[in-house]
């Protein structure tokens, strides 16, 4: 085969892949040194640990006055919450600039204001056909199951109800199934939140329940990042024969970085695999943290290769408190088109922009037509050459 110069170039350089998969057990800091691997990988103990205040967090880390003023401000409105496993992957080399670090705890670029910015950017609370239900789009609603999560991720766009003193009650929950079950038209259902994961097993199957019983639902998905911020949930064997029970349930989960591969989630993975959940990652691209092709070429790497596809990468929604960590849409478009050449179509995501104020999804993609006369058509490919094709008569 006679390959071009250019296609030489493109396929001599080696994959961007992850070395090794660290176990955060084996990272946990020296403050917890002397928890034994039994304890660490309670989901339980791993909840009942998760660090809150700047003074908790001290013995991991060397904060920044920057973290520590914005810890202290963002307490009453969308308060931090770290759990043990997600601090051990922090890297201690990169400072204030640890992509985990970032995603993590608060700094004062959180509480500048916006007039681009919205509290309820989905435009969801409009959209409520019961207490926490809602319903964007024809066939597909939203159950709300509640505002607590395992972390408060800093570029949430639910923040100004995740972690609040809102509380969703199990008659909210009922509510919003009957609601859902007596609406034909939808047949796909998200549970999310906050974490649904966050809620008990029984809690859950309670609303799982009901909908897989309501024939006009076709599809019934977990929207958790539990299995990046805490695997151990999924280290429960009765939950994991729960799900079972309902299969298929599809699993979104959120992996953002490289550094959040971890041999816990690899375990939770398959085990959600071993209860016939079909899981999908669905990334959002941030400034600083993961805007560059090589990071997220070994993340879909990471993920392709167990079980977990790439389902969307979010351009970062317009919530209050998130604009440090907005990209402009072509920094996006220029990753997707690296890793069209990178990557095979399995791992490669949507790019998608949530449009403000709920008005859906639109998928952005790189325009490879360069010229178009008639019905010849110039393309441009993913290593940079022009393609001639004609279209027929």
């Known amino acids: 085969m006679n ?11 080696a994959p961007h892949i992850i070395d090794s998969i660290p176990s955060s057990y084996e990272r946990r800091p020296a403050y917890w040194q002397h928890i034994d691997e039994a304890t660490w990988q ?5 909840f009942d640990h998760r660090i809150t205040s700047a003074q908790a967090l001290a013995p991991f880390i060397a904060l920044t006055p920057d973290e520590i003023t914005a810890i202290e401000r963002t307490a009453s ?6 759990s043990p496993h997600f601090i051990a992957l922090m890297r201690d080399e990169y400072g204030a600039a640890c992509p985990i670090r970032r995603q993590a705890i608060p700094t004062t670029a959180e509480l500048l204001p916006s007039r681009d910015l919205l509290a309820d950017p989905l435009g969801e609370r409009p959209r409520a056909i019961a207490p926490c239900a809602i319903h964007r789009y024809p066939d597909r609603a939203l159950i709300y199951a509640t505002p607590q999560c395992a972390m408060r991720c800093r570029h949430c766009t639910r923040r100004t109800r995740v972690g609040s003193e809102e509380c969703v009650t199990q008659t909210d929950r009922t509510a919003a199934i009957d609601a859902i079950c007596a609406d034909e038209n939808i047949r796909d259902v998200l ?41 151990q949930r999924f280290f429960d064997h009765q939950l994991i024969e729960m799900l079972s029970r309902y299969a298929p349930i599809y699993v979104n989960t959120q992996f953002n970085h490289p550094f959040e591969a971890t ?13 016939g959940c079909i899981l999908g990652n669905q990334s959002v691209l941030l400034k600083n943290i993961n805007d560059n092709a090589d ?17 969307y990468l979010f351009l970062c929604d317009v919530a209050q408190g998130t604009d440090h960590f907005r990209t402009t849409i072509d920094s996006g478009l220029a990753i997707m088109k690296h890793l069209r050449g ?13 449009l403000p104020n709920g008005y859906g999804k ?11 006369d008639g019905r010849r058509i110039v393309f441009d490919n993913w290593f940079g050459e022009k393609v001639t094709y004609f279209e027929p008569q």
């Not at 990071?295 to 389902?311: N, Q």
């Open 3 to 13: 390959l071009s110069d250019k296609e030489r170039q493109a396929l001599a350089r």
């Open 42 to 46: 309670s989901p339980l103990w791993q």
């Open 77 to 82: 409105s969308f308060s931090m919450a770290i």
């Open 191 to 231: 549970i999310s939140g906050g974490d649904p994961l966050a809620l008990s097993n029984e809690t859950l199957e309670s609303i799982i329940a009901p909908l897989r019983a309501c024939p006009h639902i076709d599809i019934i998905r977990l929207c958790t990042r539990m299995v990046s911020t805490m695997p």
């Open 263 to 275: 041999r816990e989630s690899i375990i939770a993975m398959k085990h959600l695999r071993s209860a």
């Open 295 to 311: 990071d997220l070429e070994a993340l879909y790497r990471f993920l392709t290769k167990h079980g977990c596809r790439p389902y």
């Open 342 to 354: 990178r990557l095979s179509g399995l791992s490669i995501p949507h790019f998608v922009i949530d």
């Open 362 to 372: 639109v998928d952005l993609a790189p325009n490879s037509i360069v010229e178009r």
